[in-house]
């Protein structure tokens, strides 16, 4: 029995796509977080959580992206032509947020607060834009050469939702992580900042959950259709749980808990979005068999994914391992 590439593949960048929402979601959360910390100290603590790791972490945004050019071409000229200004937009926030990174700690005293303000507006572009990307895709999209009715697709209700509750969601990893990573009044500030996201993500994931099957009939049906139906009704309990053992963590001697109770919290998210969307890779006009490129390039380029991907694990998973425990005020990596 032969392997079935075009599962291979969506597996692959289903995978890649959680590695970057989980991991650069965090950075991005903490440039968001700016504004509640006004002294330079506790700002220069806040990067310096993320600064040996943060740039390997959009390597999973990369991966994800030439996953889809090279297994799914098809469905990868479709968002491209469709969703060009979001994505564009988003990668001058992150051009913008990476630049300020490393800038800030450079920069004459004068110049210090600019780069501040380009971290934290270049990182809530970014998160604003992927969250239109994200509900701009669950709407769905025209195929090229067809009439979209004259709509720009991420200007509608549904995509700004998502990208406010993208923000809210990033804002929730990064201050759990900054609860994980800090210490003393610092630690207690984003504790106190992490119960109140905690609420809004909530609310974000009750918005979301009840508008999309009204919204979107196709979704309603896979939802509430059996065998599906089995698969997720968990979620809705295991949010619930999650969210109180967050809670709870958070109101303990906080550490890496309730850092890890939001990834439970983001990956049942996902979950629920890949039940929501399988086994479409352009809903509703593509699905996976009828997006996959040719077998021979589907092998093909599977032999240089399943070489890459340990290397990156590795190198992700030593870098987060010698960098771990606590950062102070005065240490850095700048």
Not at 275 to 295: E, K, Q
Not at 305 to 318: D, E, M, N, Q, S
Request: charged share 10%; glycine share 12%; net charge positive.
């Amino acid at each position: 029995m032969g392997i079935d590439l075009p599962i291979v593949w969506a597996v692959i960048i289903l995978f890649a796509v959680m590695m970057y929402v989980v991991m650069d979601g965090f950075d991005l959360g903490i440039g968001l977080l700016f504004p509640f910390v006004r002294d330079r100290g506790g700002r220069d603590v806040m990067v310096n959580t993320v600064a040996p790791v943060w740039d390997g972490n959009e390597t999973w945004l990369v991966l994800g992206g030439a996953g889809l050019f090279a297994a799914f071409p098809a469905a990868y000229s479709i968002v491209l032509e469709a969703l060009s200004v979001p994505i564009v937009l988003m990668l001058v926030g992150l051009v913008f947020r990476g630049v300020a990174f490393e800038f800030r700690f450079k920069a004459p005293v004068a110049a210090r607060a600019r780069w501040d303000i380009a971290f934290c507006g270049g990182s809530a572009v970014a998160a604003f834009f992927q969250g239109i990307i994200l509900g701009a895709f669950l709407d769905g999209l025209a195929a090229p050469g067809k009439d979209a009715g004259g709509s720009v697709p991420w200007l509608s209700p549904f995509p700004l939702f998502t990208g406010l509750g993208l923000l809210v969601e990033y804002g929730l990893l990064g201050a759990t992580w900054l609860v994980m990573k800090t210490e003393g009044r610092l630690q207690m500030r984003f504790a106190g900042i992490s119960g109140l996201l905690s609420w809004a993500f909530l609310g974000v994931i009750a918005i979301v959950s009840v508008w999309t099957p009204f919204a979107h009939p196709r979704i309603a049906d896979r939802w509430f259709s059996y065998p599906n139906l089995l698969w997720f009704a968990p979620v809705p309990l295991l949010v619930g749980i999650a969210l109180r053992r967050l809670r709870v963590s958070l109101g303990r001697a906080p550490g890496a808990g309730p850092f890890l109770w939001t990834l439970l919290l983001v990956f049942l998210g996902y979950s629920g979005l890949g039940i929501s969307l399988w086994p479409f890779v352009v809903p509703p006009v593509l699905t996976i068999r009828d997006a996959a490129g040719p077998p021979q390039s589907l092998g093909f380029t599977l032999v240089g994914a399943l070489l890459v991907i340990p290397v990156i694990l590795t190198y992700t998973g030593w870098s987060y391992w010698v960098f771990r425990g606590k950062v102070r005020a005065g240490e850095g990596y700048h």
